[in-house]
């Protein structure tokens, strides 16, 4: 992954992720989140009992994005991504916990369970290093930038 994706993704807090419904219906929640560069993994804490855990049980698929915690209103930066949500199983779960205690130690007091987004797709837009920048990756492969 290049490097001014994963500055910029390690620098950030939170994230709002889309999944859609049984009924084709879209729904997006907002999240913090931890970021595994290594993988290319984002985890985020949340709970089988809400409206989107109901979701991703059904469908894992997602895509979301990730705008810088503070805001310059005259510059554009985002992150926008597509993805699958991992389930217990699978080997990228298995130190979802760690990356995202690590990150925010005090959602230990928070009932819920760490969940693991293994990331297909990004595209950053960044018009610090130029008007209308963008950066693309995919897993696997190797993108050139425009």
Request: contains cysteine.
């Amino acid at each position: 992954m290049k490097e001014i994706i994963t500055a910029f993704l390690e620098a950030q807090t939170c994230a709002t992720v889309c999944c859609i419904s049984e009924n084709s219906t879209p729904y997006c929640f907002n999240c913090y989140y931890a970021f595994n560069a290594a993988d290319g993994l984002l985890y985020f804490k949340s709970s089988r009992d809400t409206e989107h855990g109901k979701i991703l049980e059904i469908n894992p698929l997602v895509a979301g994005t990730i705008l810088p915690d503070k805001l310059v209103k005259m510059t554009t930066r985002g992150i926008q991504f597509t993805g699958k949500l991992q389930h217990g199983d699978a080997l990228q779960v298995k130190d979802s916990a760690n990356h995202y205690y690590r990150k925010f130690p005090l959602a230990h007091a928070i009932p819920g369970e760490v969940y693991t987004i293994q990331l297909d797709t990004i595209k950053m837009t960044d018009s610090t290093i130029g008007f209308g920048k963008k950066i693309l990756w995919a897993r696997g492969q190797t993108i050139p930038t425009n």
